[in-house]
């Protein structure tokens, strides 16, 4: 409870100073407005505004999560039982994960099509993290479970099977926790290219109508998202995990 009443503390505090800054030094420029503002906008523009943007970007985003991590998983799961893999399709991983997504972004738009461009872009955004979180947890598994599954004869797929996909649950989930925001990120920034509806197309028209509330508003929209996709991740993990360590504060 003390945890929870410190955390409550916190964004009360950071709430009021954001509505002080908002009003005496922000207040002549409009440039970050204060959160009663965009409550005020938020009331104006109505749930549906807001809801529909969401589920486009949400629906992107989590298709983008799921063929990212699902790639993410068999890859680092062939690395392990083919170390011979891992040399050459480890380098395009980390190549595709140095490209910039904005710079990427209008190839995909091109060869894939604007809706398939930001899902494709979703995946990229959660790709790499997954992989080597999940190659740490593969790498990770105890010597002597290994080696009495070898002992019976078991191969390098046995002891993927009976060993490492279990040791690796922890290190995995933690990789999905940060992919989460990530994909809602991807997804976002996939609109920039170009859509009829979702919170970046919804941010860019904002901004272009120089609607700094609604701008702030929808921002705070996609913040929710990631935070409750985040949310969601982990409590999936403590109830799949309870074995697993926890940090406690």
């Not at 925001?181 to 919170?199: D, H, N, S």
């Amino acid at each position: 409870m003390r945890r929870y009443l410190g955390g409550a503390a916190g964004i009360v505090g950071l709430l009021v100073t954001w509505q002080v800054l908002g009003v005496a030094v922000f207040g002549d420029t409009g440039a970050v407005p204060p959160p009663t503002a965009i409550v005020s906008q938020m009331r104006d523009d109505g749930w549906d505004f807001y809801a529909t943007n969401l589920s486009t970007t949400a629906t992107e985003a989590a298709w983008g999560w799921l063929w990212g991590n699902a790639l993410a998983v068999a890859f680092a799961g062939l690395f392990v039982v083919l170390p011979f893999a891992e040399k050459a399709l480890m380098r395009l991983a980390i190549a595709s994960y140095c490209l910039p997504v904005i710079a990427i972004g209008p190839i995909l738009h091109v060869v894939f099509g604007a809706d398939t461009a930001r899902v494709v872009l979703a995946a990229l955004s959660v790709y790499f993290t997954t992989l080597v979180a999940m190659l740490l947890g593969l790498r990770s598994a105890d010597r002597t479970s290994l080696d009495v599954v070898h002992a019976y004869g078991g191969g390098g797929w046995g002891k993927l099977r009976k060993v490492r996909l279990w040791a690796c649950l922890p290190s995995l989930f933690a990789g999905l926790r940060i992919a989460a925001p990530a994909a809602v990120l991807g997804a976002i920034i996939g609109e920039y290219l170009g859509g009829e509806k979702g919170l970046g197309i919804a941010m860019i028209a904002a901004q272009t109508s120089l609607v700094v509330p609604r701008t702030w508003a929808i921002a705070l929209v996609a913040t929710a998202a990631a935070a409750l996709a985040y949310a969601a991740t982990a409590l999936v993990e403590r109830l799949l995990t309870p074995w697993a360590p926890r940090v406690v504060r």
